[in-house]
Structures are given as C-alpha cells and as structure tokens.
C-alpha cells in the first residue's frame, strides 16, 4: 500500500538556519506530492505540491523536488524564520487509487528560536 | 481562494449527546470532501469521503452509526458525533476538494472542529 514516512521531530533550528525535513514515500501508482503545514490550534495548509518526477514545488522560501529515483520530496527552506515554527506534513495522493486519498506521514514539529 | 470553513471550532457537550460539525466551501464547489480526526501530537486519520448526493465511504474501523456523514450540496457536508463519549473527544478536520471537471487531487483544509465530551 501506499506510505509516506516523514523524518521524526521536533526539530528545533535558530532563526537564519538551513531547514531540511525528509520525506520519502512507496506509492502503487503515479502519486502527487505535498507538504501541508500546520499553526498551533489550526487546520492544514497547503504549503506546496508537486504532480510528476522532478517538478519543483515551491511557496514563501520553502522548496521541495519530487525525486522519483529516490522516492522523496525533502522540505528545504534557506534562512528560517520564528514565523515558520509549525507542524509540517508530507502527503501523496494516488490518482491510481481512484479516491484520491490523501495518505500524511506522521508530521515534523518545528520551533524556531530567535 | 479556496476557503473552507468549519462550524463550530470549538464545542463542548456532555456525555450521551450528538453534535454537528458543518464543512463549507466558501467560494468552489466540492464534489468530494474528506473527515478527518488529529489525535494530540498524531497525524491525521481519514475517517471517511463524502460525495455530493451520495452515502459517505468510511474507512475501516470507523462506525458509520455513530459518525454521521451528510454531504447535500456542492458546498457543504456536515459530521454528526452521536452520543458522544469522552473517547471521541478530538480535533476534527475536514478538506474539500474542488470539482474541476478532471482530475484534481489538491485538498483544502478547514480549520478544524475542537470537541470536547465530559
């Protein structure tokens, strides 16, 4: 079946650092990628997404590349701000699965500290 | 855009009672929406799919007599707990996603429903 496993948090940076989250998946089919991001006491957001093997997705100075040899789709963010400190998910979805469910890994809690 | 609402965000009730949740999509049509429950610290765990004038898929273990689903416009579906225990007290999320006339698989999420059962 399909999976997504995340890399285990919380991660905790300094303001300006490097942020990178792992993310790899197993999928039966032809999956569309995503990060959501999640504020304390909120519901997701879209982060970004990616459809096919080697797009790019990429929103307020996150990144992430759908590496189809690799089955991942890292998060990467350059200088990270406090703003940033939230929960991340990587998700797929699986057109092949016809339902189109999404399937979340387990999340990244991230704090930032100025 | 794509907006989806949740009402209420937060709800306490007592024990033996039932409690709606509604899911709007404020400004598109969603054919297909998607209940979701978050345990503390967890991820999320798909409860069921929702389709416009259709009878919701629940996914396995969930109990379809106790979490009513309602799905009758293109913009609305409702989750009802009925008699609620303690147990069910969680966050509940709900996603939409965007009727397109093909194929899309980008969700849209709501806020997300805090209930409370003493």
């Known amino acids: 079946g399909n999976s997504v496993t995340q890399m285990e948090g919380p991660v905790t940076l300094s303001e300006e650092a490097f942020l990178t989250i792992n993310c790899t998946y197993t999928?039966?089919?032809?999956?569309?990628l995503f990060w959501y991001v999640q504020y304390p006491g909120e519901g997701l957001q879209l982060l970004l997404k990616?459809?096919?093997?080697?797009d790019k997705g990429s929103n307020k100075g996150f990144e992430a590349t759908y590496r189809k040899e690799t089955t991942s789709f890292h998060l990467e963010k350059g200088s990270v701000q406090v703003s940033d400190s939230a929960v991340y998910f990587c998700a797929l979805s699986d057109r092949g699965q016809g339902a189109q469910k999404l399937v979340f890994g387990q999340g990244t809690r991230l704090t930032i500290n100025p | 855009g794509a907006v989806v609402s949740q009402h209420p965000s937060r709800v306490i009730c007592k024990s033996g009672t039932s409690v709606k949740i509604e899911c709007r999509s404020l400004d598109f049509q969603a054919t297909t929406m998607f209940w979701y429950r978050q345990f503390p610290k967890q991820s999320l765990m798909l409860m069921a799919t929702s389709n416009e004038g259709s009878k919701a898929t629940y996914e396995q273990g969930v109990e379809k007599d106790k979490f009513l689903i309602n799905h009758a416009s293109l913009t609305l579906s409702t989750l009802t707990v009925t008699s609620a225990h303690p147990e069910d007290s969680s966050f509940y999320i709900c996603s939409a996603r965007p009727w397109s006339g093909g194929t899309t698989d980008t969700q849209y999420f709501g806020p997300g429903t805090r209930l409370t059962v003493l």
């Open positions: 999928a039966t089919g032809y999956p569309s």
């Open positions: 990616a459809t096919k093997a080697d």
